[in-house]
């Protein structure tokens, strides 16, 4: 019964890092590239590295913003 319940709790787990995780990052990579491609100016140095970069920089920064605005009261949980 114990490793059934561990088991699912590891699903669980898995789940919601592909759903909140996941899908997130590789939609902001489309966007980094399709800004790269719609954009005059903007380009990706490194290609894909360079999108892969900046999604998970957007997503600090996006993870930090939250944070603070949580805790000063202007966003409700």
């Given at each position: 019964?114990?490793?059934?319940?561990?088991?699912r709790?590891?699903?669980?787990?898995?789940?919601?890092?592909?759903?909140?995780?996941?899908?997130?990052?590789?939609?902001?990579?489309?966007?980094?590239?399709?800004?790269?491609?719609?954009?005059?100016?903007?380009?990706?140095?490194?290609?894909?590295?360079?999108?892969?970069?900046?999604?998970?920089?957007?997503?600090?920064?996006n993870?930090?913003l939250?944070?603070?605005?949580?805790?000063?009261?202007?966003?409700?949980?």
């Open positions: 019964m114990a490793s059934g319940v561990c088991f709790h590891w699903l669980k787990t898995i789940n919601a890092l592909f759903s909140l995780g996941l899908i997130p990052l590789i939609g902001s990579i489309i966007v980094f590239g399709l800004a790269a491609w719609l954009v005059e100016g903007f380009r990706l140095r490194w290609g894909i590295g360079s999108a892969i970069l900046g999604a998970i920089a957007l997503s600090i920064v993870s930090i939250f944070f603070v605005l949580r805790q000063t009261g202007l966003v409700a949980v």
